[in-house]
């Protein structure tokens, strides 16, 4: 499944705007591929318009209707007794028939929509953890939706207005935060949303059907055996469908444990992982699929990833809206995936909940074990997530916005996400919480909109009743790697052999014998010992073979003229890091993928999609 977009015109007239062509328009800003699927449907009374997107004609239909009620749906239910091309009806009879409570029983990644003809009424449903963005705006006329930003750009006329808090966020944390994004009047809906826009009276309410919660901790074997259980019943229900099945695999924790979970003796799906030659992960994962007795392809991360860089950056950007920082790693390696067959992408997001010393800018460190308040919670929240992107750049990024207002901007995104985590009380509980609603919701699902132009991503570690058991876990089990060092020991201890690529020790040995392994990889690393080196040079690649492309697009009189960025602060960037005086390797690409963004937006989707 690849998207859906949607308009809701209560006012609209013959005189004023056709709403068939309205919608028309937004759906041809849609990320597609020419092959896929396109089912459309326009009320009777031609007050509201939908639009959704197949893969191919094999995908289930994305629209269908009940009575009065109609649904668009986009993405996949996991644990129900219907096929895939019965999930939209279904979805919609449960919701019908029990409402919003129906839907804390659902486990899927999926974002639907729900328009209601006699009462004039449309709702917006994403799932409990908002793993597949929708975006949503109001206009003068009426009510715009869709998972394309750019689609509703042309729906929504005053949608261009730049919003401040999106771009400081974007610069302070490396994404976006809360329910912002770029654009003044667009928002995102949150995980396990419920928003219901009255076509009647034009009025928005906003509410969430699910959060996680603690109503017990459990003794430590029992809660050990529950996070197995139910993990291992998220792995085997979102891979029984074996057809076209893949693993990505690296050789940390998370996909390890995912793939010592899947009934290897049943199905064989084929294990794809991504790494320098030699490096410890592919070595890893070499083992790991060997173990599995799966088939076993590596992807080599070399020179070769500069190839078509800039299509693929561009690529990259349009599906993403330009709301993600990436460095375009795993976009050469969609090919693979097509050549391989492989329609279904599992992939270990998430599975940090279960060892939070490993968890990006969310990892603890001694420190934390000194939160025991709010204010002190806030101090290390806003001293660990930033993603120093601006480090060492004395001009103002953002021409509008002052040093002083920068950091402003920033405490106050973060104390609206630490104040929605209120629900809890310990510390750990409250960043795990935090790790869902900015990390996962905000940034891992960018992620996955590029795995979804190519396969369908199936995570298993994104299961209610798996999150829940995690809760329920003694906070100090949730740091290290006891967690899945248990499930492997209890299930294939085989998989605790291969070392670990972030420590370089076998899972579940002495902390000791990890410090003595990470050391020793630490140091081979900085010999420049082949294997040990980074995925990529990027900062090197911008300073070299990009430094054309890098010019181009942000000393361009369209980027220093638009009234976004500082053009003092982007000369002196590039400057800098061209001449080796700092490394601004980061703060390029958020200004490049901004920049390309921004473009696109002005053009409309001119870039090739195959």
Not at 417 to 444: I, K, M, N, Y
Request: with cysteine; hydrophobic share 40%.
């Amino acid at each position: 499944m690849t998207g859906l977009v949607g308009i809701i015109s209560p006012e609209i007239s013959s005189e004023d705007r056709d709403l068939k062509h309205l919608i028309s328009v937004a759906a041809a800003e849609m990320p597609t591929n020419p092959s896929w699927q396109r089912h459309s449907w326009t009320s009777p009374t031609n007050d509201c318009g939908l639009v959704c997107f197949a893969r191919s004609n094999a995908s289930p239909t994305t629209i269908a209707t009940s009575g009065n009620a109609t649904i668009a749906f986009d993405g996949e239910l996991f644990g129900v007794e219907v096929s895939r091309a019965e999930q939209a009806e279904h979805l919609l009879k449960q919701y019908l028939e029990n409402g919003v409570n129906e839907l804390r029983k659902i486990e899927g990644r999926f974002v639907a929509a729900i328009w209601d003809q006699e009462v004039k009424q449309l709702t917006l449903i994403t799932d409990k953890f908002g793993s597949k963005p929708l975006y949503y705006a109001t206009s003068k006329s009426g009510f715009a939706f869709g998972t394309s930003i750019t689609s509703l750009r042309k729906a929504v006329a005053q949608s261009a207005e730049m919003n401040m808090n999106g771009l400081v966020q974007f610069f302070t944390f490396g994404h976006l935060w809360n329910d912002d994004t770029l654009y003044q009047a667009i928002k995102v809906a949150q995980p396990a949303a419920c928003i219901q826009f009255d076509g009647s009276d034009t009025s928005l309410s906003l509410s969430q059907y699910w959060r996680p919660s603690l109503t017990q901790r459990l003794p430590k074997v029992e809660s050990l055996e529950k996070i197995a259980e139910t993990l291992t019943s998220s792995v085997l229900e979102q891979s029984r469908d074996a057809s076209g099945l893949g693993v990505a695999l690296s050789g940390g924790l998370d996909a390890r444990t995912m793939l010592a979970l899947v009934d290897t003796n049943s199905i064989n799906p084929a294990c794809v992982s991504l790494g320098m030659e030699g490096s410890l992960d592919q070595r890893t994962a070499t083992q790991l699929a060997a173990l599995a007795n799966c088939p076993y392809h590596p992807l080599i991360l070399g020179q070769g990833f500069l190839e078509n860089f800039r299509e693929h950056m561009q690529r990259m950007v349009q599906l993403t809206d330009g709301h993600y920082l990436s460095q375009c790693i795993v976009m050469p390696t969609f090919p693979l995936y097509e050549s391989l067959g492989i329609s279904k992408l599992m992939r270990g997001h998430v599975g940090e909940l279960l060892h939070m010393h490993k968890a990006y800018n969310f990892s603890t460190d001694n420190e934390f074990n000194g939160v025991n308040n709010e204010a002190s919670l806030t101090e290390w929240l806003w001293t660990h997530l930033q993603s120093h992107l601006t480090a060492g750049v004395p001009e103002p990024v953002l021409k509008q916005v002052s040093g002083s207002d920068f950091k402003d901007i920033g405490e106050k995104s973060l104390k609206v996400s630490v104040d929605a985590t209120g629900h809890f009380d310990h510390p750990l509980d409250r960043l795990s919480q935090l790790f869902l609603d900015q990390r996962t919701h905000r940034e891992t699902a960018m992620s996955l909109v590029k795995f979804s132009s190519v396969a369908t991503p199936r995570l298993p570690y994104l299961d209610s009743q798996f999150i829940s058991a995690v809760f329920e876990t003694d906070p100090a089990l949730r740091i290290d790697e006891d967690i899945q060092a248990y499930i492997l020991r209890t299930r294939r201890p085989e998989f605790l052999r291969p070392a670990n690529s972030n420590t370089g020790a076998p899972v579940g040995v002495s902390s000791i014998h990890r410090q003595i392994c990470y050391y020793k990889m630490r140091v081979l690393a900085k010999l420049g010992v082949k294997g040990y080196q980074p995925y990529e040079r990027l900062g090197l690649w911008l300073k070299r073979e990009l430094q054309p492309l890098v010019r181009e697009t942000l000393l361009d009189e369209r980027c220093l003229d638009r009234g976004v960025f500082n053009p003092q602060c982007v000369k002196g960037v590039i400057d800098r890091h061209m001449k080796g005086k700092a490394n601004h390797t980061y703060l390029i690409m958020a200004m490049m993928i901004l920049e390309t963004g921004f473009r696109q937006a002005e053009s409309g989707n001119t870039v090739p999609t195959s």
